[in-house]
């Protein structure tokens, strides 16, 4: 009941009373007071105080008084725990929020892939999954990034649409790859979290066990050395507008994307043909010249390897783990993943080459 609804009823109640208690209620004020003061000239007269209401009993105010206000005080009560039952129990709308379970948050936390319905896995997998607040999910399944939309609820996950480097990987790394791969390729997976350990099951298709990463977050590297050398695969492109906005939304790699740096020259392949150029790499700055094509391939679709645009443009670059961005201010971003110890370069698409070409 509001208070205007509670005001309302106790109008209307004690309107109702005084209208059945008008004589019984009306009151000799001058007389009152005539008695009072002959009451202080003689204090020993006999003069006895007028009555209030002759011959009628005195009415009982106060006690219906009283009963209106503790109905009015019950109804406020009532009105308030029901208040704080809403507040403190989240009213009807439910809510998503993971912090539901308990345990470590489902969102923000580094998670490490301990074992899959196969069994445990190899401490030397970096098979790892991290879910933003924003909704974003990534991560690696041992041998391929991967990354996509998720929308989170209590207890299911529902992944949109999840792409994924093309590595071919060999042995313990694969099979791993694979497992993963089956249970987050799409639609909906239940979780629970139990402490610093994540369960993600699909129905029909295998469970996953995560624990949550407490060792300190790997630090940038910005060590020339310590991307000269091996072999990186693009994993994510993100573009610029050249106006006022950095970068755009992260698009998947064409298959084959990947380049490799040493001795002050880089060689790649942009997914379809094989380019060099000169590379001069300082702490955490890199410039790229004379990028020239050595294959001439006739593409099936050009606009999906404009990402050497990027490379021609970059500026910066960091190291964290096993990623490596490199970055132009205004054209855009470029992600890549090293290619681990037995791991297999994807294969760029072939064609046959007609000349040496610069582009």
């Known amino acids: 009941m509001t208070d205007d609804e509670l005001d309302a009823r106790l109008s209307d109640a004690g309107s109702r009373w005084r209208d059945r208690n008008t004589e019984a209620a009306r009151v ?8 009072d003061s002959a009451d202080a000239a003689d ?14 009993p005195a009415p009982k105010r106060s006690r219906r008084t009283r009963i209106l206000v503790a109905a009015s005080a019950a109804v406020i009560v009532a009105v308030v725990a029901g208040v704080l039952a809403v507040e403190l129990g989240g009213g009807s709308s439910g809510g998503n929020s993971p912090a539901a ?8 936390t580094n998670w490490q892939l301990v074992a899959t319905q196969h069994g445990a896995v190899d401490t030397g997998t970096n098979a790892t999954l991290h879910v933003a607040s924003s909704g974003e999910l990534s991560g690696n399944d041992g041998c391929n990034a991967f990354g996509g939309r998720v929308s989170i609820s209590a207890d299911a996950l529902t992944l949109g649409r999840v792409v994924h480097t093309m590595m071919g990987c060999l042995g313990a790394n694969g099979t791993v790859g694979q497992a993963v791969d089956a249970v987050l390729s799409g639609g909906t997976v239940q979780y629970a979290i139990d402490g610093d350990t994540l369960t ?5 298709t295998g469970t996953l066990t995560y624990t949550a990463q407490r060792q300190q977050a790997t630090p940038a590297t910005t060590d020339p050395a310590a991307i000269t050398g091996p072999d990186w695969v693009l994993n994510t492109v993100q573009f610029g507008d050249n106006i006022a906005q950095a970068y755009g939304t992260a698009s998947s790699a064409p298959a084959g994307a990947q380049l490799k740096f040493a001795d002050s020259r880089l060689v790649g392949s942009d ?15 890199v410039e790229v010249s004379d990028l020239a094509y050595t294959t001439s391939v006739a593409c099936p679709d050009v606009s999906n390897w404009n990402w050497t645009l990027v490379l021609k443009g970059a500026t910066h670059w960091t190291l964290t783990g096993d990623q490596l961005t490199i970055t132009d201010a205004h054209n855009g971003k ?3 993943t090293e290619v681990p110890d037995g791991g297999t370069l994807p294969a ?4 046959t080459p007609t000349t040496t070409a610069s582009k």
Not at 45 to 56: E, G, H, K, W
Not at 101 to 108: A, D, K, R, S
Not at 271 to 285: I, V
Request: charge should be negative; glycine fraction near 16%; include cysteine.
């Open 28 to 35: 000799d004020f001058g007389a009152i007071a005539a008695n």
């Open 43 to 56: 204090e020993s007269a006999d003069s006895q105080p007028l009555p209030l209401v002759p011959d009628s």
């Open 101 to 108: 379970q308990g345990g470590t948050p489902l969102t923000g």
């Open 200 to 204: 993600i099951t699909k129905a029909g």
């Open 271 to 285: 997914g379809c043909n094989s380019f060099a150029a000169m590379a001069d790499l300082g702490s955490g700055t």
């Open 334 to 336: 470029l992600v890549f």
């Open 348 to 351: 760029p698409i072939t064609g």
